[in-house]
């Protein structure tokens, strides 16, 4: 085999640089190796014993490739450690981070983010035995076919102690299964996932973190799964409707007497296929499908009246561009930076869609860091509708301590700020307010009609990738209302 090893100065360079090979950086991006659409950037065929360490690897159609075209596979005892594995696939390769066929190959403290690929568009790990992954970030990979964003092993093997994070796979399609890992097929044993953390991965199918399919077989040993997406829905449970447009101005007790159950038994798909442009700067397409079908309804109100636009149901069928800058520090709690996000949706019948209407929206986020630990987080948003819209597609404000439902229109805006700070060991604190309106249209809005304030604690539930579990507790004039997630709240 070949040990290929990087992080050093090298020899005397033309312009009379001294060489160095005695000191060796442990940064992986301290050297490069770059390649082209044309293959992978690092090839390893019929090398068994090699060893690859401490590079960053991009510009490939895949960016490390084991393989030596036999069956069964020859190559063994094959290591891949430390390295930066960014910005290679093309959408019709499976693997565009690493993809390898062998025995006993080992992928260690690396970074793979940021490929893309078909299927498995971080890691790809076909018909190999007794791997081990472990102690790597495996971030942002994008599958553009339908089976693993981020890792796909057929075979045997442990995988553990590594992060998965917003892999993505199917967006483009709108179905797919294993957003974060996919396990496929079984070989020579069970597949061990062992003390992994998956964390806003994306499948629209089903196994936004975690699917294993075709007869694998695989255990999940203390896994943290927080966080991950499906486009699917399937809800069905009794709800509540308070009318639409209501003032601001309302007490508990008028609350209650507006109040009409209803179960909404609504099948629905929605996602956001997203492609960079230039650094944070991803555009693409937003699109939704909703079957809502009214049961139960409660007798005596304007629901079972039918005086309510969608009080019937029926499909929403809609489809429009997107558009986002990403420039947060960290995904889920972040302490630095600007996430800015706008859509807008156009459902026509030309679509299947029952209803006509358009649906636009605006998110803007800021962080800042205050002093270390302490954080200000700040969010100003805004949605409106326009034409034949039913009552259960209008916009809501989001602020935590409003009732649920109560104030709803065809146009919502709301600012909110937070404090989040450290308190004692793995515990930290927040605080936060926010204030609204709701009306007709954004002119009609009063911003400050609707406010919602309270407090909080978080545990640390992953320090490096700070994750939390909250539990916050809001106020407003309809009452005291507890919220316990997964995450921050913005």
């Known amino acids: 085999g070949v040990r290929l090893l990087g992080g050093?100065?090298?020899a005397a360079s033309y312009d009379g640089e001294p060489g160095d090979f005695s000191t060796r950086s442990t940064d992986p991006a301290a050297t490069w190796i770059e390649g082209s659409r044309a293959g992978?950037?690092?090839h390893l065929s019929d090398a068994p014993g090699s060893v690859v360490d401490g590079f960053r690897i991009t510009g490939g159609a895949r960016g490390v490739l084991v393989d030596d075209q036999a069956w069964p596979p020859v190559v063994e005892n094959v290591r891949l450690a430390r390295l930066l594995v960014e910005g290679n696939g093309i959408p019709s390769e499976h693997g565009g981070g690493i993809s390898a066929l062998g025995r006993r190959i080992t992928i260690a403290r690396s970074t793979v983010r940021g490929n893309a690929g078909a299927n498995a568009a971080g890691i790809y790990l076909h018909h190999c035995e007794d791997v081990l992954v472990e102690d790597n970030l495996i971030a942002d990979n994008v599958g553009h076919g339908d089976h693993g964003g981020g890792l796909t092993l057929n075979g045997s093997g442990i995988v553990r102690r590594n992060v998965f994070r917003g892999n993505r796979i199917g967006e483009s399609l709108g179905y797919g299964w294993g957003g974060g890992v996919l396990v496929v097929e079984r070989h020579a044993g069970v597949v061990l996932l062992q003390g992994n953390i998956y964390t806003g991965n994306f499948a629209p199918s089903g196994g936004g973190a975690v699917f294993v399919d075709e007869g694998a077989a695989a255990t999940l040993d203390h896994e943290l799964i927080a966080g991950n997406r499906l486009a699917l829905m399937h809800p069905d449970m009794p709800t509540l409707y308070f009318g639409v447009g209501n003032p601001a101005g309302l007490d508990r007790d008028e609350v209650d007497a507006l109040e009409e159950e209803y179960t909404n038994r609504c099948f629905a798909l929605e996602g956001t296929a997203l492609f960079t442009v230039t650094g944070a700067l991803r555009a693409g397409a937003a699109a939704r499908f909703a079957a809502d079908s009214l049961h139960d309804v409660q007798?005596?109100?304007?629901?079972?009246?039918?005086?309510?636009?969608?009080?019937?149901g029926g499909d929403v069928v809609g489809l429009g561009p997107a558009l986002e800058w990403d420039g947060r520090d960290a995904a889920f709690a972040?302490?630095?930076?600007?996430?800015?996000?706008?859509?807008?949706?156009?459902?026509?019948?030309?679509?299947?869609?029952?209803?006509g209407f358009e649906h636009y929206a605006l998110d803007l986020r800021r962080y800042l860091t205050v002093r270390p630990g302490h954080v200000l987080g700040l969010q100003v948003a805004a949605d409106t509708v326009r034409g034949d819209v039913p009552f259960y597609e209008l916009p809501s404000l989001p602020l935590r301590g409003l009732y649920q439902g109560v104030f709803v229109d065809r146009t919502a805006a709301s600012f909110q700020a937070e404090w989040r700070f450290p308190a004692r060991g793995r515990f930290a604190a927040a605080v936060f307010a926010g204030v609204g309106g709701v009306g007709d249209t954004l002119a009609d809005v009063k911003p400050v009609d609707l406010w919602a304030a309270g407090a909080g604690v978080r545990y640390i539930l992953n320090r490096a990738e700070r994750i939390t579990l909250r539990l916050d507790v809001g106020v407003s004039p309809l009452g005291v209302f507890p919220y316990f997630m997964v995450m921050e709240a913005f």
Not at 299 to 312: E, K, N
Not at 342 to 353: F, N, P, Q
Request: aromatic letters at 14%.
């Open 299 to 312: 007798p005596g109100g304007d629901l079972a009246a039918g005086g309510v636009r969608g009080f019937a």
């Open 334 to 355: 972040p302490a630095a930076g600007a996430w800015y996000r706008a859509w807008m949706r156009a459902h026509r019948d030309s679509l299947g869609s029952d209803y």
């Open 8 to 10: 050093f100065a090298g």
């Open 40 to 42: 992978a950037v690092v």
